[in-house]
């Protein structure tokens, strides 16, 4: 869980901007905090008895680690998404399953482009309620309310017409006549063939690490972590490299990027 947090934090610092990881940091910092205190108030599990809740419910060291290690999945997981959302854009997903589940693709698309174009028409919406006294900023439960399932009733107009202009504009290029097209724009190279072995091959390293139960830590009853062993060292080895892997990609190509520069 560190190596994951520590490899998606590294890349989020070198790829975005401050006020955007500003942005990111400023929801996952109270989930990781949220998730560790709830843990333990729900989670009465473990020998290490720490103390009494006002309830008489008992506080476990094993049930704060746990929680410290979930709350560490949960950002981990979101952090990683958050790469992914800026890094695959709808023409990589188009490429990636279009051959194989053309309608699958055509749907993820008009998800990934509709869900901004949503974000950006609510915002516009309420400047322009806003405009005329009826923003949701108001004064009074029951004005937000109001003021709020005024901007829901025009969003989901307009969300209605803008699916019909995009079932007429498909109609009208002859969608689903017959059978489609494909056009991409990327190609495979050395490149990516050495990523794809580069994968397999520590993807491999860290599953024989798993079976082997030589990175396994148990919680329950009570907290036991692992002995030090080859395997385990390789498997924490083998995802450090994984995991580092969109770091190294980025470094690669700024060097390349900066020699470029100097050349010209």
Known sequence: IIISLFSALVFLLISFSGKKLAHILYFIIPTFMIAIALNPMFNHRGETILCYLPGGNPLTKESILYGIAAAGMICAVML?????????????TVY??????PSLALVLSMI????????????KIANSQKCI?????????INKIRNGLAVLSVLTTWSIENSVHTADNMKSRGFGLCKRSHYNIFSLNGRDIFSIVYIILLSAIVIAAGKSSAIE???????????VSIIGMAGYIAYFLLAMLPVFTEAVEAAKWNYSQRKI
Do not use: W
């Open 80 to 92: 990683h998404f958050s790469s992914f959302n800026s890094i695959i854009s709808s023409e990589k």
């Open 96 to 101: 990636i399953v279009g051959k194989l589940t």
């Open 112 to 123: 990934m482009k509709f869900i901004p174009q949503l974000s950006r028409q609510v915002r």
């Open 133 to 141: 006294g009826k923003g949701l900023d108001e004064k009074g439960i």
């Open 217 to 227: 830590i148990a919680y329950f009853p009570k907290c036991i972590f692992p002995k």
